[in-house]
């Protein structure tokens, strides 16, 4: 029914950058928040940014000032600019998004994810 694909994940050295992208698509009759997830060697998957259908958003603290979280103007799509990475910044990457697929209450969907690997 809903599919989220996520894009840009790579290799990267220590100080540089990286786009992912995430598509939602599929019978999507209104998207909420939209948010970035990082999963790295344990189990826990960690919040990185979040940002709502009008445009609020927030980071963790580790991300700050590095990372920047968007969505294209259709509201399908999101964005997670990344600046400055470092090496604790390797993990999978995931889209989550909080999609209605009719009027009424949304429900959280997750992409496949995407590996972020910042290496010398």
């Known amino acids: 029914q809903v599919q989220l694909v996520e894009s840009g994940g790579g290799l990267v050295q220590p100080g540089g950058s990286l786009t992912l992208s995430c598509a939602a698509s599929?019978?999507?009759?209104?998207?909420?928040?939209m948010r970035w997830y990082r999963q790295g060697p344990g189990p826990q998957r960690d919040l990185v940014a979040a940002?709502?259908?009008?445009?609020?958003?927030n980071y963790a603290d580790s991300v700050k000032g590095r990372f920047t979280i968007s969505r294209a103007s259709a509201g399908n799509t999101v964005y997670l600019q990344m600046n400055s990475l470092n090496p604790e910044d390797t993990a999978v990457y995931y889209c989550n998004a909080d999609v209605a697929t009719r009027p009424g209450a949304s429900y959280g969907y997750w992409g496949q994810g995407t590996q972020v690997t910042v290496s010398s």
């Open positions: 940002i709502t259908s009008g445009g609020s958003t």
């Open positions: 599929g019978s999507i009759f209104r998207i909420d928040a």
